[in-house]
């Protein structure tokens, strides 16, 4: 009899895009002629930079020439990208990262998904709330955690995000080992400034515990003071796994490129209190689960990094981020609360009613979708999500149609 891992059976249904997803069809069959404009998924909307797919159309070339074709590439990643990451997204800032920490991936969903098995069953695991739900999902599935119950798991020390802390969590009062941190976050678009982020290396410092980074955004930090990695903080080498992405950045999401920092500073400990170095249990991981991500993927991510590259990535960001500043600025002036925004491409928003209500009033008003930020957890009751990934014009039009259905 072939036995399941029971631990799925944990897992709450993702009721969140589905239930978007039927909302938005039923005022679509009820409403043929109105069109809707969607700012709830956190998917981009334009083109890959001209730079990458120009590098990724060459790559193809190569492989279809015996004389330049490449089979499996190395475990980690080719140097010709982690040598251009290592130079301009962490020596550039001063962070002290070396080629052989970093590993390059297919996407910062696998790896913040896949990192949790390398550590014990019994470990105490701190996850922000409201949170990007893969980092809760995938401890479920490992049996980290109990049984689900009033919006929450047992075993799981939530770090609350609030109106108060502005969606900030503070440190954990009791130890925990495993710490999830995102930011710039998604969803509500909150920065750690220098200070967060020090106290929080600090913490994992004292009390042995390590701090699982999600730097996924890194890209939208526009304030020269916000840290964009955590290995700008003192002592962060030894506490601290980085992931980045591709994806937001420069258009990735369809194409898939990401990479994971593990310093081979890293400790956990065994039973005995015997010190291991994370560096290479990873290493063994993905030499022995993954083989790496396509060639010509990866010499499109190294486009990345040209003079080219870099001005063009730069006006993609920027062009979201005129989004964001719009839809932040019009909320605002509609006397809304707003969260993120200004270093994040999501607008976290005090809905002054329940989540859904204001998603339906939206939808049913302006015809436009949002995210509830009851989906993201207990601590986003109350708040919703628009996110700045779409064109101009439709986030131009969207605002006056909310504007319109606000001041009603
Ligand atoms: N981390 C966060 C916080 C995200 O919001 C996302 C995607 O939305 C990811 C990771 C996934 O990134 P990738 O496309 O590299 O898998």
Redesign the pocket.
């Known amino acids: 009899m072939i036995r399941i891992n029971e631990n799925y059976l944990k897992l709450q249904a993702s009721y969140l895009f589905k239930d978007i997803g039927d909302r938005v069809a039923a005022f679509q069959k009820a409403h043929p002629d109105r069109e809707i404009i969607k700012l709830g998924i956190?998917?981009v909307t334009r083109a890959l930079p001209e730079a990458c797919v120009k590098a990724f159309h060459s790559a193809v070339d190569e492989m279809a020439d015996d004389s330049t074709f490449r089979g499996y590439g190395p475990d980690q990643g080719y140097p010709f990208l982690t040598e251009k990451i290592v130079e301009f997204d962490f020596k550039s800032r001063g962070a002290d990262i070396s080629c052989e920490e970093i590993f390059i991936?297919?996407?910062?969903?696998?790896?913040?998904g896949n990192i949790q098995e390398i550590f014990a069953q019994d470990i105490k695991i701190a996850i922000p709330d409201p949170v990007?739900p893969?980092y809760l999902d995938t401890n479920v599935m490992a049996g980290r955690t109990g049984r689900f119950g009033n919006g929450r798991y047992e075993s799981v020390h939530y770090l609350d995000g609030t109106r108060e802390n502005g969606f900030v969590p503070g440190l954990p009062e009791t130890p925990v080992d495993l710490i999830y941190l995102?930011f710039p976050?998604?969803?509500t678009g909150a920065v750690a400034d220098r200070g967060v982020l020090e106290a929080w290396v600090s913490y994992a410092r004292e009390n042995r515990s390590l701090i699982l980074y999600?730097a996924?955004?890194e890209a939208f930090v526009r304030d020269t003071h916000i840290p964009r990695s955590i290995y700008e903080i003192e002592g962060a080498r030894e506490v601290a796994i980085e992931?980045r992405?591709?994806?937001?950045t420069a258009g990735?999401?369809g194409t898939?490129?990401?990479y994971t920092v593990v310093p081979k500073d890293c400790v956990g400990y065994d039973a005995g209190g015997g010190k291991h170095f994370l560096h290479t249990m990873w290493q063994r991981r993905i030499s022995t689960k993954f083989n790496g991500v396509s060639y010509p993927v990866q010499k499109s991510a190294a486009a990345v990094f040209s003079a080219e590259g870099r001005s063009q990535v730069a006006s993609l960001v920027d062009y979201y981020m005129k989004n964001a500043a719009l839809i932040r600025k019009e909320m605002t002036d509609l006397g809304y609360e707003c969260v993120g925004g200004t270093n994040s491409p999501y607008i976290w928003i005090d809905g002054k009613a329940d989540s859904w209500d204001f998603f339906d009033m939206l939808l049913n008003t302006a015809g436009v979708v949002c995210t509830p930020g009851a989906g993201f957890g207990t601590c986003g009751k109350g708040f919703i999500r628009i996110s700045a990934f779409n064109s101009h014009e439709n986030v131009q039009e969207a605002m006056i149609r909310i504007k319109k259905a606000l001041q009603k």
């Open positions: 956190g998917d991936s297919d996407g910062a969903k696998c790896d913040t990007y893969v995102c976050n998604n969803p999600d996924a955004y992931f992405s591709f994806s937001k990735f999401t898939r490129c990401a």
